[in-house]
């Protein structure tokens, strides 16, 4: 009986995993259609569709956890502390808003808004993507190496020194 074939994992930003840069590429879409949508929200108000008293914090509201998304696929892609958490949090407040959005416009019939229901869907799948491709075994081993390997060549993260102790 044949063993399954492993990839070996290796430290270092060479080294990373696909799953890690199909992420980082996503966080990028994200915090872009995120942004995209708050300015859509904010076009709209100026146009006369809402109130700017009500629209203005939606649009912050929308377009905030794009700039998460942003600083999310920053960390990840750190050159010697890539950060997991910092990426999945911030992928985790759009999928909110992304629900909240889609289920408002299904309640508001699919043909009054295909576009934004169907760019809802389109980021709240995306959103769903990055979580499952940074909770893989193989990318926690690589981000726990390479923290561990940065460390071992004398590199002090911004908050101070860490253990490579679990």
């Known amino acids: 009986m044949t063993q399954p074939r492993y990839h070996q994992v290796l430290p270092g930003q060479a080294n990373r995993p696909s799953e890690v840069?199909?992420?980082?590429?996503?966080?990028?879409?994200l915090a872009l259609g995120m942004l995209a949508f708050g300015a859509v929200i904010l076009a709209a108000s100026i146009g006369g569709e809402g109130s700017l008293v009500v629209m203005i914090p939606i649009a912050v509201?929308?377009?905030?956890?794009?700039?998460?998304?942003?600083?999310?696929?920053?960390?990840?892609a750190h050159q010697d502390f890539p950060n997991l958490q910092q990426s999945q949090l911030a992928t985790a407040l759009p999928i909110l808003i992304?629900?909240?959005?889609?289920?408002?416009?299904?309640?508001?019939?699919?043909?009054?808004g295909l576009l934004p229901a169907l760019g809802t869907f389109v980021m709240l799948a995306a959103c769903v993507a990055?979580?499952?491709?940074l909770s893989r075994p193989r990318v926690r081993l690589w981000v726990r190496l390479t923290h561990e390997d940065s460390i071992r060549r004398g590199v002090?993260?911004?908050?101070?020194?860490?253990?490579?102790?679990p």
């Open 21 to 29: 840069s199909i992420a980082i590429g996503l966080n990028y879409l």
């Open 61 to 76: 509201i929308v377009a905030g956890p794009g700039l998460l998304n942003l600083l999310g696929a920053f960390s990840l």
């Open 98 to 112: 992304c629900s909240i959005g889609l289920v408002r416009s299904l309640m508001r019939g699919i043909s009054v």
């Open 130 to 133: 990055v979580l499952v491709l």
């Open 156 to 165: 002090v993260p911004r908050n101070g020194p860490r253990t490579m102790n």
